[in-house]
């Protein structure tokens, strides 16, 4: 199987410009994918451009990943209501190296092989022109009509809840096919790669390197990921699922996956992941035979979660989501970080006590009625302790004259109270 038959039976390609596939045939091709560098990490909606580059290496490719510090600078009006905020170049640059570091888990930078992976920022050679040249150079040889005939620039420009299209974002595809033209005479990049919202920009890029050059180039592009819902791929209700730890959690990256529908588990098995062919269909047969053990979903979400953090995350990750369903889970829930606690108890009701009220200790009534009125009355916490409905940390309350200090404390700050089967509380001592 090529590269080409490789993506195609995942369901990764929406077009693919004629001769693409001979040319990958015929030698070792290099091909990019650029990435905004709007923000220090990578979010869930740029892996399909990634994992393209990741089976575009494996099949003995070589991959160049660029990183937009120029037209970071402009905004791509593909796709877009408005223009995005412009970024400076100290914070384009802390991006930039921020992204590479993710970027290493997927391609291999390091290697003396040929096709070792290449990052490259369009910053770099787009500063160095100026605006005559760059019109002499680059804008004399793409027409007005050619641009304009673009579905991204026709669908701003009829769009009547704005003023219209700046001259900033009109020339966007200019910037983005010189940045092929570019790689194509630098590193003989032949192949430009992105979302289907794209196709537009990349053919801007490949018609300027004929014009220019010569020369031919060609383009593929995946389709935008949607959800069998509607609803937008890798948003939630708290925003992007992103890669960096800090702003999204092993375990809440682990639950985005985990928690996908069964149509979208099998879409995204396939385009998430290297899973070879055969284990996959087997793994959709026999998730069909029992979907409620979701097999689909959780060999997703431990391959994604696996790639991107290590296995040390996902194993917390895949301890952590058993505290809420597991028994005998108490040393478990000790061991989790502070964040990882969050993310698990993520809005469920808090309270506040002083900690030093538990350098000697609080009574278990005083603390679930009083201090912190998680019962209404000392009388129901009296009943529903003796109905062995209390936990304290995932152990159940079985003494109404039990009391709880420091020692309870989890991370050295907070106390789990759970109440009936489904209710939690955390306890926050400070």
């Known amino acids: 199987m090529n590269f080409v038959e490789e993506l195609r039976w995942r369901g990764m390609i929406h077009d693919i410009m004629p001769g693409t596939e001979e040319q990958l045939e015929k030698e070792m091709t290099t091909a990019y994918v650029g990435i905004d560098p709007t ?5 869930i909606g740029h892996l399909v451009g990634v994992m393209m580059l990741r089976h575009f290496q494996a099949f003995g490719h070589r991959p160049i990943v660029l990183v937009g510090g120029a037209t970071g600078m402009i905004g791509d009006p593909s796709m877009k209501s408005q223009e995005r905020n412009l ?7 802390h991006n ?17 092989n040929e096709n070792s992976a290449l990052l490259v920022n369009n910053y770099d050679w787009m500063k160095k022109f100026s605006f005559l040249e760059f019109i ?15 579905d991204s620039v026709k669908k701003r420009l009829s769009n009547e809840t704005r003023e219209g299209l700046s001259f900033t974002e009109f020339t966007y595809q200019l910037v983005q096919g010189y940045d092929f033209f570019h790689l194509y005479q630098e590193y003989g990049c032949k192949l430009q790669m992105g979302g289907s919202d794209q196709w537009g920009n990349i053919t801007t890029g490949t018609e300027l390197i004929r014009r220019k050059s010569g020369g031919e180039a060609f383009a593929l592009t995946c389709p935008l990921i949607t959800k069998a819902d509607g609803g937008k791929f890798g948003k939630t209700e708290s925003g992007n699922v992103w890669l960096d730890p800090e702003r999204t959690s092993p375990y809440s990256f682990y639950q985005f996956w985990l928690n996908t529908s069964d149509s979208d588990a099998e879409k995204y098995i396939k385009i998430f992941t290297r899973i070879e062919r ?14 409620h053990q979701r097999l689909l979903q959780k060999r ?8 991107v953090h290590g296995d040390d995350a996902l194993q917390m990750a895949m301890d952590a989501s058993q505290i809420l369903f597991g028994k005998n889970v108490t040393d478990t829930l000790r061991k989790l970080d502070e964040k990882t606690l969050l993310s698990v108890f993520e ?6 006590i002083n900690r030093q009220e538990l350098n000697s200790g609080i009574g278990i009534i005083d603390l679930v009625a009083e201090k912190t009125g998680i019962f209404p009355s000392k009388g129901e916490a009296r009943r529903t302790i003796k109905g062995g409905g209390v936990g304290i940390n995932k152990e159940k309350v079985g003494s109404e004259e ?29």
Request: with cysteine.
């Open 39 to 43: 923000a220090d990490s990578l979010h």
């Open 87 to 93: 970024l400076d170049e100290a914070t384009l640059h």
């Open 96 to 112: 930039q190296e921020c992204i590479k570091k993710q970027l290493s888990r997927f391609l291999d930078f390091d290697s003396e």
């Open 136 to 150: 002499r150079d680059v804008g004399k040889h793409i027409t007005v009509n050619y641009m304009m005939a673009k």
């Open 278 to 291: 055969e284990e996959i269909e087997d793994l959709i047969t026999r998730h069909a035979e029992a979907p």
């Open 300 to 307: 997703l979400a431990e391959t994604v979660t696996r790639l």
């Open 347 to 352: 809005g469920v009701p808090t309270f506040n």
């Open 402 to 430: 039990i009391t709880v200090d420091l020692s309870d404390l989890l991370n050295d700050k907070y106390i789990l109270v759970q109440k009936g089967k489904k209710n939690y509380y955390l306890i926050i001592a400070e």
